[in-house]
């Protein structure tokens, strides 16, 4: 049988997985010689065992923890349970991965009514023995007896009230008493401490249950197999009198990153007094001014514990009559600018490598130098909730539809556009738009996908809502009606929404920052590109650090007002001839849009997709816009409806579309061909050094690839040709169909480069419409039928195997040739780990991730280099 119990004197720094982050840390202060109260910790395999037995505590366990509880009595001068001599315990959580405030704690534990009056005749303090005791009663009924804590603060109250008591501290001795008398009224609290310390035991395992843990390891990707240990600790007072008091403090401040000694103190009063900001803190000076030498001591103890860790630290102690007590210490929460001054500083002042400030600095952490945020002190109430599709904050009017996004924002407002979901019709809008909120969607629909791309606020999957675009209405769950010209707040970091002008911390960039960025780019193996169709795009992608862009979409290119009308004309064309005129007309657009491009990506690749998605798109689907259309193109309202229809589908995203358009309709790839390779002569022309790679999608076998590249040749050559003068180019195909990933050995011959598009890939994966996945997506997290969103994060198992499958047999086939990442997994930093893994040569992403796949880039390196010296 494993050892289930360690004293604090049995462990150390190292043994986080067993004994976990608060454990580990207090054996590690107690080896240093700190002043820590003594005590014992309950191992995580065993708390993995009490799940197992059915939340039942392991046979033999308590009668193991008893031989412990014997040596911290003798370590402590005290005794368990006796009235004479009282030794009280804390009895916490403490998980491997630090989760504040999400488990549970029970204080002063071991008081009963004879202990109470032992401790009072012991301390000569009666007022703080029957304060203890019914804090005591207070947590335990509402931690381990599930009692609502609400009514024991409520007799609490009605007491003071009745006997004119303002605060805690002006309650006396018999008034606590009575507190206690009303207390035990209302629950049937056991007396025996051995059965308190029992009940507070499986009390703590429990909490790894508890709503609040469970959401918490949601958010921060934290397994829950892990448990965590339970740790029994010598209880310490702050609320004996004034030499004594609690405190909590920080090595440096969590807020900004200065490196200053931070903290908050209250005299008499215990820990929980501080966390529940029920009293007014002072700042830890104070302490200095009236026990200056407690003060010098703490001080030395903080400046040791960082010196020692490497890192800021954030300390619980507590002041006992004039004596300084250590209860915690851990790597201190702190914010995303505070995080980077901190890694930065310790580098200058040789606490730690550069390697080792990269992995400080999480790549979500990036996300507050990128975008405005909402003030998270500012916050309102939240009327919904939502998927936080693409990060920041925004506030605006709300509208309805693209169109009058354009109109009011044209105004100077701001605007909020608010859809069921959005389509590529809608881009002018989105594009004038400082947030967006949709009904539908997940987080690679396409209102996130283009969202993040410009860097727009957005929130999808709003499941929530209930718009109704005829009455002007988004009505939430819980009855909330917003309006059109309502104000609203966008948080896209949280995915909240905010009713009114909620302020915000605007953006900006810092030295220390740039500094960081340089390290990553030493440190990382993957290159990092951009997803960007526009010169804006691409200027803003190159500014936060692409190295070229990895997808370029064209028919974003086509969406435009003055462009709409000709794409249209081209497909409702009804022979070559009329379909050419319009080729020729879009021929000039595409090419000085990828002019735009190559002066921007000067010496750096461009990776161009072919046109991509289902013809429909492009088609207006109300009979008004088509009625307007046969007016402005000049063509028969019968016609263009006859042709709208026959080109509907029941499932576009598997049907006419990707390189299916350059087979059934070659002009239309021969265009953008020659608009590519003219627009790169002309760069050269100008001094440039454009590097096209014409990427070919949606592909399914080798044949494919040669009768598309047939036609791209023979676009390439009349280019060259004409103008006589050579253009280096790629050409390449996207890899987004398993039969493509497991047939890359044959398609490895005929191209230069395999971009993987992961979102078409998961999509067709899974089986999971990547656009309506929010309707049942979150029940598939809540039940643990997925582990996360497959669609944030690539799904290694599966779709992770078709990619290793698609790069081994390929590069073994075709050695020297170039991997990519073109979905938006590009960004995510857990799924750059199994790209730098694979080997892949590069990842894209939208370009407000560039920054993020920097960071996550160095750290997938350097996390395996680190592991690499410890094997």
């Known amino acids: 049988m494993a050892k289930r119990v360690y004293l604090f004197n049995e462990g150390s720094k190292d043994d986080r997985d067993l004994l976990g982050g608060k454990g580990a840390n207090l054996c590690e202060m107690t080896a240093l010689g700190l002043p820590v109260p003594f005590g014992f910790i309950i191992t995580t395999p065993t708390c993995r065992e009490f799940f197992e037995a059915g939340n039942k505590l392991p046979h033999l366990l308590e009668q193991e923890y008893r031989v412990a509880l014997d040596l911290v009595e003798k370590k402590m001068g005290a005794r368990f349970g006796d009235p004479e001599n009282p030794l009280l315990f804390s009895v916490r959580s403490g998980a491997p991965v630090s989760m504040p405030g999400m488990m549970n704690t029970i204080l002063n534990l071991g008081l009963n009514d004879e202990i109470a009056a032992g401790l009072a005749r012991k301390t000569d303090n009666p007022r703080f023995a029957y304060d203890s005791y019914r804090r005591f009663i207070q947590m335990f009924a509402n931690v381990v007896l599930e009692a609502d804590g609400e009514q024991f603060e409520h007799e609490i109250e009605k007491y003071k009230a009745a006997h004119g008591k303002r605060d805690d501290v002006e309650m006396s001795a018999g008034d606590w008493q009575e507190i206690i008398r009303i207390y035990k009224t209302l629950v049937d609290f056991p007396e025996d401490p051995f059965v308190q310390l029992k009940l507070a035991v499986e009390a703590v395992f429990l909490s790894w249950h508890t709503p609040r843990a469970y959401v918490y390891r949601e958010m921060n990707n934290i397994p829950e197999t892990l448990g965590t240990a339970v740790n029994v600790q010598a209880m310490v007072f702050g609320n004996f009198g004034d030499t004594s008091g609690s405190g909590v403090a920080f090595t440096r401040n969590p807020s900004n990153g200065e490196h200053s000694f931070f903290g908050e103190f209250l005299f008499n009063a215990a820990g929980e007094d501080v966390v529940a900001g029920t009293r007014t803190p002072l700042p830890v000076s104070a302490l200095q001014e009236r026990l200056p030498e407690v003060y010098a001591e703490l001080f030395r ?463 067709m994966t899974y089986g999971f419409s990547r656009d309506d996945v929010g309707k049942f997506l979150p029940m598939y997290l809540e039940k643990k039928l997925v582990e996360s969103d497959p669609f944030v994060t690539l799904d290694q198992r599966a779709v992770g195997r078709l990619l290793e499958i698609a790069v081994s047999e390929s590069r073994a086939r075709k050695p020297g040739i170039k991997y990519g990442i073109c979905g938006e997994h590009g960004g995510d930093p857990r799924s750059i780990q199994f790209f730098h893994d694979l080997g892949l040569d590069y990842v894209s992403c939208s370009p407000f991730r560039v920054p993020v796949a920097r960071i996550a880039a160095a750290q997938a390196k350097v996390r395996r280099e680190t592991e690499a010296r410890r094997t």
């Not at 019709?425 to 539908?440: N, Q």
């Not at 059109?484 to 953006?507: C, H, N, Q, S, Y």
């Not at 589908?649 to 390189?659: A, D, I, K, S, W």
């Open 301 to 763: 103890t903080q400046a040791q514990l960082e010196k020692h860790y490497r890192d800021m630290q954030d300390l619980e102690f507590t002041v006992q009559e004039g004596k300084l007590y250590m209860l915690q210490t851990r790597s201190g929460k702190r914010t995303g600018r505070a995080s980077v001054k901190i890694a930065v500083d310790m580098v200058r002042e040789g606490l730690i490598t550069e390697s080792e400030a990269l992995m400080r600095v999480s790549p979500e952490h990036v996300e507050s130098f990128l975008h405005p945020m909402v003030d998270p002190e500012q916050k309102t109430e939240i009327v919904a909730t939502g998927l936080p599709a693409s990060p920041g904050g925004a506030t605006g009017s709300v509208v309805f539809s693209a169109e009058e996004a354009v109109e009011v924002a044209a105004t100077g407002k701001s605007v909020i556009l608010v859809r069921r979901e959005t389509t590529p019709e809608d881009i002018h809008g989105m594009k004038v738009a400082a947030g967006i909120l949709t009904e539908l969607g997940g987080m690679t629909s396409h209102a996130a996908v283009v969202a993040r791309g410009m860097g727009v606020c957005a929130i999808t999957g709003c499941g929530g809502l209930s718009i109704d675009y005829a009455a002007g209405t988004a009505t939430t769950a819980g009855g909330v009606v917003i309006r059109r010209d309502d104000v609203i707040t966008l948080d896209g970091t949280a995915g909240e929404v905010m009713l009114g002008d909620v302020p915000k911390t605007e953006a900006s960039s810092s030295e220390d920052f740039q500094i960081l960025l340089s390290w990553a780019d030493e440190h990382r193996r993957l290159k990092v590109r951009a997803n960007a169709e526009t010169p804006e795009d691409a200027a803003k992608a190159r500014e936060l650090g692409a190295e070229g862009i990895g997808l370029c979409r064209t028919e974003h290119m086509f969406f435009d007002a003055e462009r709409i009308d000709q794409m249209r004309g081209m497909i409702l064309a009804e022979n070559r001839e009329e379909r050419q005129r319009y080729l020729d007309k879009l021929l000039k657009f595409q090419e000085e849009d990828m002019l735009a491009l190559f002066r921007v990506m000067d010496g750096l690749p461009v990776t161009v997709r072919l046109l991509d998605p289902p013809l429909h798109e492009f088609l207006p689907h109300s009979e008004d816009d088509m009625v307007a259309l046969a007016g402005r193109i000049n063509k028969p309202l019968e016609k263009i409806r006859a042709m709208t229809e026959s080109l509907k589908e029941v499932n576009p995203m598997l049907g006419f579309r990707g390189c299916r358009l350059s087979i059934v309709h070659p002009e239309v790839t021969e265009m953008q061909v020659k608009a590519i390779i003219s627009a790169a002569v002309r760069a050269i022309e100008e001094g440039l050094k454009p590097l096209p790679e014409i990427m070919i999608p949606l592909v399914v076998n080798v044949r494919e690839i040669r009768l598309i590249s047939e036609i791209i040749d023979r676009g390439i050559q009349a280019v060259m040709k004409e103008k006589h003068v050579s253009v280096p180019y790629k050409i390449g195909t996207m890899m987004e169909t398993p039969r493509a990933a497991l047939g890359a050995d044959r398609l490895a011959p005929e191209v230069e480069f395999m971009s993987f598009g992961t979102n078409d890939l998961t999509q």
